[in-house]
C-alpha cells in the first residue's frame, strides 16, 4: 500500500481516541505509525529514530520516493479483509491506551459513589 493511502487509514481510527484528542501525543503516533510501515520501507525508516510523527510520515515518504525509483516493484495491495483487521487492531490499542492512562483518583471516587 502507499504511504499516502497508508497515512489515511492510519489517521481513520485516531479521531475515535478521546485520548488523542485530547492529549496529542506526537511520539506515540510516530511509534505505532513506524509499526505498521512495509518492511523495506520501515528498514529506511527506523534507523532515523524519529520520534515526530508528521516528520517521520515525510520521511516514509521519500524512502518510498526512493525505493520505487530505484526500480523496485510495489507489493500487492492487501485485501480489504486485512485492511479492516489492523484498523481494528490499530483501534483496540488505542482504546487500550485510553484506559491504561485513565486518572486512577476520578476511577476511586466514582467507585466510592456507588
Not at 518492511?39 to 534507523?47: F, G, Q
Not at 516528520?55 to 495491495?77: Q, S, Y
Request: hydrophobic share 45%; glycine share 4%; with cysteine.
Amino acid at each position: 500500500m502507499a504511504i499516502g493511502k497508508y497515512v489515511d487509514k492510519f489517521e481513520e481510527p485516531s479521531k475515535f481516541s478521546m485520548f488523542l484528542k485530547h492529549h496529542p501525543d506526537s511520539q506515540w503516533k510516530a511509534t505505532q505509525f513506524e509499526l505498521g510501515l512495509r518492511p523495506e520501507i520501515k528498514e529506511k525508516v527506523a534507523t532515523l529514530k524519529i520520534k515526530d510523527y508528521n516528520l517521520l510520515v515525510n520521511e516514509a515518504r521519500i524512502a518510498e520516493k526512493t525505493f520505487l525509483e530505484a526500480g523496485n516493484p510495489r507489493p500487492p495491495a492487501p485485501s480489504v479483509v486485512n485492511l479492516m483487521i489492523r484498523g481494528l487492531v490499530m483501534l483496540v490499542r488505542m482504546c487500550a491506551f485510553d484506559v491504561a492512562n485513565l486518572d486512577t483518583t476520578l476511577i476511586t471516587a466514582t467507585s466510592q459513589n456507588l
